[in-house]
């Protein structure tokens, strides 16, 4: 499994911004498909954003769509979730999942990711 480490998480007005950062342990990290899916309390986990190992092919849930950015540095083995325009529906635990290139199932799913990391919270403020 892939070792995953969130930061970036924290407490922002309406309106602010936040960038997620997620580091992997694995080599070579740019075989995985990475994403992002968020939880807020009493919910399920859902969705936010998806890319895909090749950065071309890229995902998002329509409530962050145009909203949200997603990215990926292979060479630091780091995705990115870029967030703005937050509003306080946004406010959950943000986890960061690596699909192998070899699961099946769809990427906007959380059953087809093989490893997560702990999450961090965001909390948007009104």
């Known amino acids: 499994q892939v070792q995953l480490v969130e930061s970036g998480g924290g407490l922002v007005q309406a309106g602010g911004s936040l960038r997620l950062s997620c580091v992997a342990s694995e080599r070579p990290f740019s075989r995985f498909a990475m994403g992002w899916f968020r939880q807020a309390p009493g919910k399920e986990r859902e969705f936010v954003a998806r890319?895909?190992?090749?950065?071309?092919?890229?995902d998002y849930a329509d409530s962050v769509k145009g909203r949200f950015t997603i990215s990926r540095d292979d060479a630091k083995k780091t995705v990115y979730l870029q967030m703005s325009s937050l509003k306080p529906e946004d406010t959950a635990v943000y986890y960061c999942?690596?699909?192998?290139?070899?699961?099946?199932?769809?990427?906007?799913?959380?059953?087809?990711?093989?490893?997560w990391g702990q999450g961090t919270q965001v909390t948007v403020s009104s």
């Open positions: 999942a690596a699909r192998s290139p070899w699961s099946a199932g769809s990427p906007m799913s959380a059953a087809s990711y093989d490893s």
């Open positions: 890319i895909a190992w090749n950065t071309d092919n890229v």
